[in-house]
């Protein structure tokens, strides 16, 4: 079953966390399969609490599983914890930086968890400066840099063991449109450069950008897994119309639609009604025309992650 | 163990941004603490009942009661909040546990800078010491350990709780409700002997009564085998028993 190429592989993975005061035992990660290769993009898209932090700080070793096996670079993360963490890099969703100690010293002090001497991690430091955009912030104090800047900081810092596989936890969230794709752009070239990227993300772009293939979690299972492009095709029609209705028409609008048989499927939200047709304008002609219903406002585009997602769990991935 | 060297370096790389506020705490404490209360205050007890504490100066009694009670201190403010805030919002352990350190690596680092800054907070004391002539020659190198292992006694087991705790606010009731109290009935004041007898009983089993009598003992050079003895493994029992929580708590919270 495990070849030499696979990094990671997880059978039934499981993670239950003890009940603790007064709170019932939680099961975050409830038996998901997963493998990935070298230089994959591989990654958990799902909404707040899917378990996609439980499986990254189990796929980071320093979280047992409960049940199932996990192997990580052909090692068990229980028993080879140490040799794990050594050949692996972790972004955290909270930067976790030294906020009184200065750029270099944070990337400085964060070698030295890993063995390093001062020499090799003095020769990594200019190379992961440039790398983080940070060159003239070396000698700043964290406390004094942006949010997009800490986070680059947090990247720079955990490539300086020059991990195998990098483990990035909610990447931008928190960021600026700007400074999201500013990292976007730094991820894009450790890609090119052959690093594995495990990203978390509850941003269906992100996804769609950065990753080859994807894990749709919810509720602690993986509920669909392909490239962005497989899982739109395998689950959803080319485009998407939504329509928005005055909000006490809203509903009976959506029945006559879907009495109409009008595209494949139609899904009703609070705050509209979304129509899956691989012909979004014919759809939406149909709507004024056949059926003489008048939107307040009528969009057509294509189907995203979204809605794969929203299909999948009959839920928004952003609440 | 290399690596909790690794854990132990990052301290001293924060401390080494603000120790020279520490150095004079360091001394200014013992300092005006001698001079305030073993002279100002001594001057009145010498010229009571100096039998009541053995026949040497109260300055001589109060002042390794008072390094046992420093001790204590700095254990405390070293291993209680600090661990708290580490394994906290600071994201100090969280970032450790990420690297190849295991927690048990992670809390032996930090036992080792709170043993640095006993060791060194203690030395600054016992030179003060000195300078009163309050310590009997060749003793205040026995004294030093001894104060080491006292504060040690108290942040194996502080540190142990420390982690598991979200907030300050269970930290800052611990030092009001139970370091203070411990302070005033430890006989660092007073001889314990001045105690009825019931409270005196209580009083001695304390940790820090324990260190007080052995730092006392060494300083005056009154230390006799079985006593010293038995505070030494009352002490060594505190540190064990502690370093033998702190190991389950830190991995329960590191490795959750």
Same mark, same amino acid.
């Given at each position: 079953m495990v070849s030499g190429r696979l990094l990671v592989e997880a059978r039934g993975l499981t993670k239950t966390y003890p009940a603790r005061n007064g709170t019932p035992p939680f099961c975050a990660v409830d038996g998901i399969d997963f493998e990935f290769g070298r230089g994959e993009a591989f990654g958990f898209l799902g909404p707040n609490g899917a378990g996609k932090s439980s499986t990254m700080r189990m796929l980071g070793a320093i979280s047992p599983a409960t049940a199932g096996t996990l192997r990580v670079l052909g090692m068990d993360p229980v028993h080879d914890g140490p040799e794990i963490r050594a050949r692996i890099g972790v972004v955290p969703?909270?930067?976790?930086?030294?906020?009184?100690?200065t750029v270099r010293e944070n990337i400085y002090v964060y070698g030295r968890y890993f063995g390093l001497g001062k020499s090799v991690i003095g020769e990594r430091l200019a190379g992961l400066l440039t790398f983080a955009q940070l060159e003239d912030k070396a000698?700043?104090?964290?406390?004094?840099?942006?949010g997009g800047m800490r986070r680059r900081l947090t990247i720079a810092r955990s490539l300086i063991n020059e991990p195998e596989i990098l483990l990035l936890d909610e990447p931008t969230t928190g960021l600026d449109p700007q400074a999201r794709h500013v990292l976007w752009d730094r991820l894009y070239r450790l890609k090119a450069d052959g690093v594995t990227l495990i990203i978390t993300t509850h941003y269906m772009d992100e996804a769609e950008q950065l990753c080859d293939r994807l894990a749709v979690m919810d509720a602690g299972r993986i509920v669909a897994e392909g490239s962005p492009r497989a899982l739109i095709e395998a689950h959803i029609t080319r485009e998407v119309l939504e329509l928005r209705f005055a909000p006490d028409t809203q509903a009976e609008a959506a029945e006559r639609l879907r009495a109409a048989g009008l595209g494949e499927r139609i899904e009703l939200l609070p705050d509209r009604v979304i129509v899956y047709a691989d012909d979004g304008e014919a759809a939406l002609a149909d709507v004024h025309h056949k059926l003489s219903l008048a939107p307040i406002t009528a969009l057509v585009r294509r189907a995203s992650l979204e809605d794969v997602f929203l299909k999948l769990t009959g839920r928004s991935l952003i609440d | 163990m290399a690596r909790a060297l690794h854990a132990f370096r990052y301290w001293l790389k924060l401390y080494s941004r603000t120790w020279r506020g520490t150095i004079v705490i360091s001394v200014a404490n013992p300092l005006l603490f001698l001079l305030g209360i073993g002279v100002g205050l001594g001057h009145l007890v010498n010229h009571g009942h100096s039998a009541a504490l053995g026949g040497v100066s109260y300055s001589a009694f109060f002042a390794p009661g008072l390094l046992a009670a420093s001790a204590m201190q700095t254990a405390f403010v070293e291993s209680g909040g600090r661990v708290t805030t580490a394994a906290g919002w600071s994201g100090s352990y969280r970032n450790a546990a990420t !690297?190849?350190?295991?927690p048990e690596e992670i809390l032996a680092g930090h036992m080792l800078f709170v043993a640095f800054r006993l060791v060194t907070s203690s030395a600054a004391f016992i030179v003060v010491m000195e300078l009163f002539g309050v310590v009997s020659g060749w003793w205040a190198l026995a004294v030093w350990p001894a104060a080491l292992l006292t504060g040690l006694a108290f942040a194996a087991p502080i540190a142990a709780w420390a982690? !598991?705790?979200?907030?300050?606010r269970h930290v800052n009731a611990f030092f009001r409700f139970v370091l203070m109290p411990m302070y005033m009935f430890s006989g660092t004041f007073f001889a314990l002997s001045e105690l009825p007898h019931g409270i005196r009983l209580i009083a001695s089993a304390l940790p820090l009564a324990q260190g007080v009598a052995l730092c006392r003992s060494l300083s005056l050079g009154t230390a006799s085998f079985p006593a010293a003895a038995g505070h030494i493994a009352y002490l060594v029992v505190f540190v064990l028993a502690g370093i033998a929580a702190a190991r389950i708590t830190y991995r329960r919270r590191l490795h959750a």
């Open positions: 969703q909270d930067d976790c930086l030294d906020r009184e100690l000698d700043a104090q964290v406390e004094m840099l942006s | !690297t190849p350190l295991e982690v !598991t705790l979200r907030s300050f």
